[in-house]
């Protein structure tokens, strides 16, 4: 790769050098001039430019976002601004930059040592892959909590009106019985009354499972597509951690006619009895599925812009 000469006397690039060395000075202490980030004697010129290029794009974020930079340990600010400046593609040259923002941003808790190692292993279409899962978790809950808040203030309306409607369902029913049984009046068959009585009373099961069912959907962890990636990437993801795989066993019974045996001729009288040799199941683990971990979550959501995954 042939290296691009800088002229490190020009005016812009002084002028984004004190951009850049005046951010920095906000992050670490002592001064970057006594530890030699940055400014050291020997470091090449490429590297250089692309570390002042995220510094800036850094400091632009933060005024963007009206981020209060904190303090970072040179731990963590040292290796970020190492791998940032190896970094070629230009998507994730500003993702260098939008993790060190939300990394020295004072309202958010995020100081994680392993993220800029992450990042500094992915290409950019691991990372799309990433993102696109992550968002598309973000959307699911957001929508899934919206119902599930919903649900909570029309439970006990829906309840009341199921009760009430299997009050009078069950009520009639009771009385037709007992006008079959006196003859007092026309036979009235209670079929479709019972009928009715059971969809209520599955609506109601219905809604009491709903609650559970919801935060269940909450939970589940994000399916990262893997139709744009090659089996040696999908690996490198696993092999970070921030992708996990998962094998699924299905089981299903064999859906060939099975023989009831009958105790005798009468047949309307008499109790079936299923052979359990006629069942066969099958059980099936050839379902391999990679999910996004907490981890991958935690990464990539440190990895966005601040409202980014609402755009």
Same mark, same amino acid.
């Given at each position: 790769?042939?290296?691009?000469?800088?002229?490190?006397?020009?005016?812009?690039?002084?002028?984004?050098?004190?951009?850049?060395?005046?951010?920095?000075?906000?992050?670490?202490?002592?001064?970057?001039?006594?530890?030699?980030?940055?400014?050291?004697?020997?470091?090449?010129?490429?590297?250089?430019?692309?570390?002042?290029?995220?510094?800036?794009?850094?400091?632009?974020?933060?005024?963007?976002?009206?981020?209060?930079?904190?303090?970072?340990?040179?731990?963590?600010?040292?290796?970020?601004?190492?791998?940032?400046?190896?970094?070629?593609?230009?998507?994730?040259?500003?993702?260098?930059?939008?993790?060190?923002?939300?990394?020295?941003?004072?309202?958010?808790?995020?100081?994680?040592?392993?993220?800029?190692?992450?990042?500094?292993?992915?290409?950019?279409?691991?990372?799309?892959?990433?993102?696109?899962?992550?968002?598309?978790?973000?959307?699911?809950?957001?929508?899934?909590?919206?119902?599930?808040?919903?649900?909570?203030?029309?439970?006990?309306?829906?309840?009341?009106?199921?009760?009430?409607?299997?009050?009078?369902?069950?009520?009639?029913?009771?009385?037709?019985?007992?006008?079959?049984?006196?003859?007092?009046?026309?036979?009235?068959?209670?079929?479709?009354?019972?009928?009715?009585?059971?969809?209520?009373?599955?609506?109601?099961?219905? *809604?009491?499972?709903?609650?559970?069912? /919801? +935060? %269940? =959907?909450?939970? $589940?962890? #994000? @399916?990262?597509?893997?139709?744009? !990636?090659?089996?040696?990437?999908?690996?490198?993801?696993?092999?970070?951690?921030?992708?996990?795989?998962?094998?699924?066993?299905?089981?299903?019974?064999?859906?060939?006619?099975?023989?009831?045996?009958?105790?005798?001729?009468?047949?309307?009288?008499?109790?079936?009895?299923?052979? *359990?040799?006629?069942?066969?199941?099958? /059980? +099936? %683990? =050839?379902?391999? $599925?990679? #999910? @996004?971990?907490?981890?991958?979550? !935690?990464?990539?959501?440190?990895?966005?812009?601040?409202?980014?995954?609402?755009?």
């Amino acid at each position: 790769m042939e290296i691009k000469k800088i002229d490190i006397t020009s005016t812009s690039l002084e002028k984004g050098i004190d951009i850049a060395k005046g951010f920095v000075e906000r992050l670490i202490y002592p001064s970057a001039e006594e530890l030699g980030l940055l400014f050291k004697e020997g470091i090449a010129k490429w590297r250089f430019n692309r570390q002042v290029q995220t510094l800036i794009k850094t400091h632009e974020i933060c005024k963007k976002h009206k981020i209060n930079p904190k303090t970072i340990s040179t731990k963590l600010l040292y290796p970020l601004l190492e791998y940032a400046s190896l970094e070629e593609n230009e998507k994730l040259q500003d993702k260098w930059a939008i993790l060190l923002a939300n990394l020295v941003d004072s309202d958010q808790n995020i100081e994680n040592h392993v993220f800029p190692y992450l990042l500094s292993q992915l290409s950019v279409q691991e990372f799309d892959a990433l993102e696109d899962a992550f968002n598309k978790k973000i959307s699911r809950v957001q929508k899934l909590t919206k119902e599930l808040e919903e649900h909570f203030n029309s439970y006990d309306q829906i309840e009341s009106e199921i009760d009430s409607q299997l009050a009078n369902y069950q009520s009639e029913l009771e009385i037709c019985r007992r006008d079959n049984l006196s003859g007092s009046k026309p036979y009235r068959n209670p079929q479709s009354i019972q009928e009715k009585i059971d969809e209520l009373k599955n609506r109601k099961k219905n *809604l009491i499972q709903k609650k559970p069912r /919801i +935060e %269940k =959907d909450i939970n $589940e962890a #994000e @399916l990262v597509t893997s139709k744009n !990636l090659r089996n040696f990437e999908i690996s490198n993801l696993i092999r970070l951690g921030i992708v996990k795989e998962v094998v699924h066993s299905y089981g299903y019974i064999d859906s060939k006619k099975i023989n009831v045996n009958k105790a005798n001729s009468f047949d309307q009288y008499c109790e079936d009895y299923i052979d *359990l040799g006629d069942v066969s199941v099958t /059980i +099936e %683990k =050839d379902v391999v $599925e990679n #999910e @996004l971990t907490e981890l991958g979550e !935690l990464f990539v959501k440190a990895c966005q812009e601040k409202g980014e995954v609402n755009k």
